[in-house]
């Protein structure tokens, strides 16, 4: 018998550190990408030759200096007239020093203007954010096929292939370097598609806590969100000597050690259900000698509701889910994506820039706390509604929650648009929040209130949804350095899309009331779950 069924809190452990570790990696981008302008990807958009002596920065400043410029390895590097060494200077690492990091210096020549970042440069940041937004998009894009993937294969090969795809992914941004930076491109896809797969893949460890279950779903979202942090460590490692390539080497050999152990001893071949784990206990129970009263019964309940999945697609309640999640996405991965620049606008040194992207990588690692109390109020408010009729039953409890949700969302937005790093901290704290509440609830409802037999494909298909939408993003940070102002009105644009979310738990709570008093037949009473057992609640 699998150890899920004996040892369910190990595997729960277990399954949160893999998340934790390997799950939302990708969601670490500023500290990335940060390390990728100091490497010089790119750089070379940014810089042109405009009359001997002046270096032109594009759309950004002017600098003249009495140096000639010397074209070397495709920069143009600024060297004083008869010297022929190389002026470059070496970080510890082996990694030539980026022009990034030598407009820093003040001996080179160069004066930025009062207010003006040092190292803003939008033809760099838009080659590097197309990258995220494409991995991104793949991410949510790919779950369309995944949960049909993991329904045929089961969940151990499922994991068994996409183990060795994040493999491959860290050891593509591992070996990526100025001068192929195409490599980026299948490694940051490969780490997100497969970090997405191990906490969907693990998410069904829920299932073992009936009483907790909302609470673990949360938790493990929070553990996503948190798994951030491991670009921020890279930072770290890579301001201290350790390059980037060594530290993604070793993460590469830690998910395949750790990953492979999990998959062959703790989870399943299929898939962990409510039914199999009643069925399982009471197994457990026979073979003790201690069958419980409550489970003299079982082979009397009811079986899950046999509803189709296309009627739960076309209901009204999955197609205003899916858009409230597909919004709320948007703004949060938009908000990740431009967080660099938002930083590099507000301080023209790079000391405080990287000491914000530290606190807000810092600040991330409490989405396990905010994941936990997100957890906790949705599986307060399904007590308080336990003994009401469906539908009351299963939406009323998501009301306060996801209100919650789109109210975070939208005073990050609103402070944002003090445009001050006073407000920075403020903001980061109520984006941890968000994001866990979003996540947490959002996966959580769809668990609740629609067939466990179908929460794969559901799943699947709500985060093709999100990923079709997370596209717009890019156009966001185009429209981002566009003109002057332009930040304020994607800012102003973006809170317009936050405050739109809160028509979904609205117009749950106005037909969950129309409904207390009237036929529920014709009003997807169909595919609502049944009450939930004595037996699940003791477990």
């Known amino acids: 018998m699998k150890l899920y069924i004996r040892c369910r809190a190990l595997c729960a452990v277990w399954c949160a550190i893999e998340i934790l570790f390997f799950g939302g990696i990708i969601y670490g981008w500023g500290s990335l990408v940060f390390v990728l302008k100091e490497e010089g990807f790119y750089y070379e958009e940014c810089v042109s030759v405009t009359a001997p002596g002046e270096l032109t920065y594009n759309n950004t400043r002017s600098i003249t200096t009495p140096v000639s410029i010397q074209l070397k390895?495709?920069?143009?590097t600024p060297v004083a007239d008869g010297d022929t060494s190389d002026p470059r200077p070496k970080s510890d690492d082996g990694y030539e020093k980026s022009p990034s990091q030598l407009d820093s210096n003040q001996d080179n020549g160069a004066v930025s203007e009062p207010?003006?970042?040092?190292?803003?440069?939008?033809?760099?940041?838009?080659?590097?954010?197309l990258w995220f937004s494409v991995a991104v998009a793949f991410m949510y894009l790919s779950m369309a096929f995944l949960g049909e993937?993991?329904?045929?294969?089961?969940?151990?090969?499922?994991?068994?292939?996409?183990?060795?795809?994040?493999v491959f992914g860290a050891l593509c941004v591992a070996f990526a370097t100025k001068d192929i930076p195409w490599l980026l491109c299948p490694g940051l896809c490969s780490i997100a598609v497969s970090g997405l797969v191990i906490f969907a893949t693990n998410i069904q460890v829920a299932n073992l806590f009936p009483r907790l279950q909302s609470t673990?779903?949360?938790?493990?979202?929070?553990?996503?969100?948190?798994?951030?942090?491991?670009?921020?460590?890279?930072?770290?490692?890579?301001?201290?000597?350790?390059?980037?390539?060594?530290?993604?080497?070793?993460?590469?050999?830690?998910?395949?050690?750790?990953?492979?152990?999990?998959?062959?001893?703790?989870?399943?071949?299929?898939?962990?259900?409510?039914q199999?784990?009643?069925?399982?206990?009471?197994?457990?129970?026979?073979?003790?000698?201690?069958?419980?009263?409550?489970?003299?019964?079982?082979?009397?309940?009811?079986?899950?509701?046999?509803?189709?999945?296309r009627?739960?697609?076309?209901?009204?309640?999955?197609?205003?889910?899916?858009?409230?999640?597909s919004i709320n996405t948007v703004t949060f991965v938009t908000f990740i994506g431009l967080i660099n620049v938002n930083l590099e606008q507000l301080s023209d040194k790079k000391q405080v820039v990287s000491k914000y992207l530290g606190v807000f990588a810092y600040t991330t690692m409490c989405t396990v706390v905010a994941g936990i109390l997100a957890g906790m109020s949705y599986d307060c408010q399904r007590k308080r509604y336990y003994d009401y009729p469906s539908p009351a039953r299963v939406w009323r409890p998501v009301l306060l929650p996801m209100t919650t949700t789109s109210i975070l969302g939208t005073l990050v937005y609103v402070l944002l648009l003090v445009g001050s790093l006073t407000v920075m901290v403020p903001i980061f704290v109520?984006?941890?929040?968000?994001?866990?509440?979003?996540?947490?609830?959002?996966?959580?409802?769809?668990?609740?209130?629609?067939?466990?037999?179908h929460f794969g494909a559901l799943y699947g298909i709500m985060t093709f949804s999100t990923g079709l939408f997370s596209m717009l993003q890019y156009g966001f940070f185009s429209w981002f350095d566009s003109y002057q102002d332009a930040n304020i009105h994607v800012t102003i644009f973006l809170l317009f899309l936050c405050v739109s979310t809160f028509i979904h738990p609205v117009q749950l709570g106005i037909r969950s009331r129309q409904t207390d008093n009237t036929d529920h037949s014709n009003i997807e009473q169909t595919f609502l779950p049944p009450d939930t057992l004595e037996s699940d609640r003791k477990l």
């Open 276 to 309: 199999k784990i009643r069925r399982k206990s009471c197994e457990l129970e026979i073979k003790s000698g201690r069958l419980l009263p409550e489970l003299k019964g079982l082979k009397d309940q009811r079986e899950t509701d046999e509803t189709s999945l």
């Open 216 to 274: 673990v779903v949360a938790l493990y979202c929070g553990l996503f969100d948190s798994s951030s942090v491991i670009q921020h460590m890279m930072k770290i490692a890579y301001e201290n000597g350790v390059s980037r390539r060594i530290f993604y080497i070793c993460l590469a050999g830690f998910a395949l050690v750790m990953l492979s152990i999990s998959t062959i001893l703790f989870l399943p071949k299929s898939y962990i259900t409510k």
């Open 73 to 76: 390895d495709t920069f143009l």
């Open 149 to 166: 993937l993991t329904t045929r294969l089961g969940t151990q090969i499922t994991r068994h292939i996409f183990t060795f795809m994040f």
């Open 115 to 129: 207010g003006q970042p040092s190292h803003t440069c939008p033809q760099q940041e838009s080659k590097l954010n």
């Open 430 to 453: 109520l984006f941890t929040f968000y994001r866990s509440f979003l996540y947490s609830i959002g996966v959580a409802f769809v668990n609740d209130a629609f067939p466990e037999q």
């Open 311 to 325: 009627t739960c697609i076309w209901s009204v309640t999955y197609l205003m889910h899916v858009a409230w999640m």
